[in-house]
């Protein structure tokens, strides 16, 4: 089963990704993962993306696009695949569909999880992560046990991403809007699309999702 799926920067298509990689052993591909990958090898790819992901804007189409198709060439055919955060515009949409009939694979399901954007800026801006380990945490939603020491590790040394603040994320929102939801139409008309809310609790998102995928 290949599927995609949709929201802004902060939505948790990540985090529920993962969950979909743990539950039925499909493979994650996050060209968000992918691209940050690359820039920290400072590969060709990284150093152009680099400037473009550091002021919150998207990488072009042809980076984008590339480095999907390489990484499904790397896939067992029948290993099911979650696209998190591509396609983003109708052209990626249109090359995700060469990308996969070439590889004879089909577009199962698109789902969609719809946020509030007060709560979705809260969500980004208040979030940072271990240093030493990369754990995660939040101001108000996950704070350390122990104020200013990392539970998993004991470091003391945390960080936030430059871009998550609030400008860049109302900047990304606004691009969402802009260019993704307009993909939306192309796979309506292909009875594929399902739409799930992304501000309810995370076990509630994935039994949403879930039954979705089960037909449900």
Do not use: W
């Not at 052993?25 to 920290?40: E, H, I, N, P, Y």
């Not at 271990?130 to 960080?159: I, L, M, R, W």
């Amino acid at each position: 089963m290949n599927i995609i799926l949709l929201g802004p920067p902060g939505a948790g298509k990540g985090t529920q990704a993962t969950l979909l990689v743990d539950s039925r052993g499909m493979v994650q591909l996050s060209t968000g993962d992918m691209l940050r990958a690359a820039v920290k090898a400072g590969s060709p790819t990284g150093v152009k993306a680099k400037a473009v992901m550091d002021a919150g804007q998207l990488v072009s189409d042809e980076i984008v696009s590339g480095i999907i198709g390489e990484a499904l060439d790397g896939l067992a055919p029948e290993t099911g695949v979650i696209f998190d955060g591509y396609p983003r515009t109708a052209a990626q949409a249109e090359s995700l569909d060469e990308i996969l009939s070439t590889r004879g694979r089909t577009l199962h399901h698109v789902i969609e999880l719809e946020v509030d954007e007060d709560a979705l800026v809260e969500r980004i801006t208040g979030r940072f992560t271990c240093a030493n380990c990369g754990e995660g945490y939040h101001d108000t939603f996950k704070q350390p046990k122990a104020e200013g020491v990392c539970d998993k590790c004991g470091s003391t040394d945390f960080k936030r991403r430059p871009d998550d603040n609030e400008e860049t994320v109302r900047t990304r929102m606004t691009e969402y809007r802009a260019k993704t939801a307009p993909i939306l139409p192309i796979y309506e008309a292909r009875g594929i699309v399902s739409r799930v809310d992304g501000m309810a609790d995370m076990a509630d998102v994935s039994t949403a999702i879930a039954a979705v995928l089960d037909g449900k």
